[in-house]
């Protein structure tokens, strides 16, 4: 089987899954987007209206963000990034998704991981980057910085885009300035 076979399976599972409350209100799942062979994998916290209503993650106006600075960047969504989220299922009213619900969906995540072995792991905003790196840590002080996971892949943490949408400024130093600074740093690293 290849990466996509492999992937298209844990999907199946996916449709098929009830462990958590998640799986009796969601209207679709929401697996990945872009491509299974992409050096960058992207770890967001959970799909939203949109992206329940599509079964796509980050396509709402958080999502459109995030593609304009990776566009902005010079990389390709589509072919650069693999995308997804810490729990396959909206949580209702956009709530961040409880540990409980995080651990429950934790095997489809991993098997993603494990099938892409992506170059480097982009944990998206807050919810992500607890996820992996522990729940004491301040997303303004990790974001922009490099950890091991799993003593095996390179990770590092970006601010999440519905952050950045309450932020307008581009100018060096804001919020979105250090996205974009980072987001290169990506690049660079995908590039040696
Ligand atoms: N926010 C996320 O974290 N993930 C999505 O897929 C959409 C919005």
Redesign the pocket.
């Given at each position: 089987m290849n990466k996509e076979e492999e992937l298209k399976a844990i999907k199946q599972e996916c449709f098929e899954c009830k462990k958590c409350e998640l799986g009796k209100t969601r209207n679709n799942i929401?697996f990945s987007d872009g491509n299974a062979n992409a050096k960058i994998l992207l770890i967001?916290?959970?799909?939203?209206a949109d992206?329940d209503a599509t079964g796509t993650?980050?396509v709402?106006r958080?999502?459109k963000l995030l593609s304009k600075l990776i566009d902005d960047c010079g990389l390709s969504r589509k072919d650069d990034f693999y995308i997804c989220?810490t729990v396959k299922c909206r949580p209702p009213e956009n709530r961040v998704p409880t540990d409980q619900e995080k651990k429950l969906c934790e095997n489809y995540l991993l098997s993603q991981i494990k099938i892409v072995n992506p170059k480097v792991i982009v944990l998206?905003?807050a919810t992500s980057a607890k996820s992996f790196l522990g729940d004491k840590l301040k997303i303004s002080q990790i974001r922009g910085q490099w950890f091991k996971i799993f003593d095996k892949y390179d990770a590092t943490v970006i601010f999440?885009p519905?952050y950045l949408l309450r932020n307008h400024s581009e100018t060096e130093g804001s919020p979105r300035g250090l996205t974009k600074q980072d987001l290169l740093k990506i690049k660079e690293f995908i590039l040696k």
């Amino acid at each position: 089987m290849n990466k996509e076979e492999e992937l298209k399976a844990i999907k199946q599972e996916c449709f098929e899954c009830k462990k958590c409350e998640l799986g009796k209100t969601r209207n679709n799942i929401v697996f990945s987007d872009g491509n299974a062979n992409a050096k960058i994998l992207l770890i967001g916290e959970a799909p939203g209206a949109d992206e329940d209503a599509t079964g796509t993650p980050f396509v709402g106006r958080a999502g459109k963000l995030l593609s304009k600075l990776i566009d902005d960047c010079g990389l390709s969504r589509k072919d650069d990034f693999y995308i997804c989220n810490t729990v396959k299922c909206r949580p209702p009213e956009n709530r961040v998704p409880t540990d409980q619900e995080k651990k429950l969906c934790e095997n489809y995540l991993l098997s993603q991981i494990k099938i892409v072995n992506p170059k480097v792991i982009v944990l998206c905003g807050a919810t992500s980057a607890k996820s992996f790196l522990g729940d004491k840590l301040k997303i303004s002080q990790i974001r922009g910085q490099w950890f091991k996971i799993f003593d095996k892949y390179d990770a590092t943490v970006i601010f999440h885009p519905s952050y950045l949408l309450r932020n307008h400024s581009e100018t060096e130093g804001s919020p979105r300035g250090l996205t974009k600074q980072d987001l290169l740093k990506i690049k660079e690293f995908i590039l040696k």
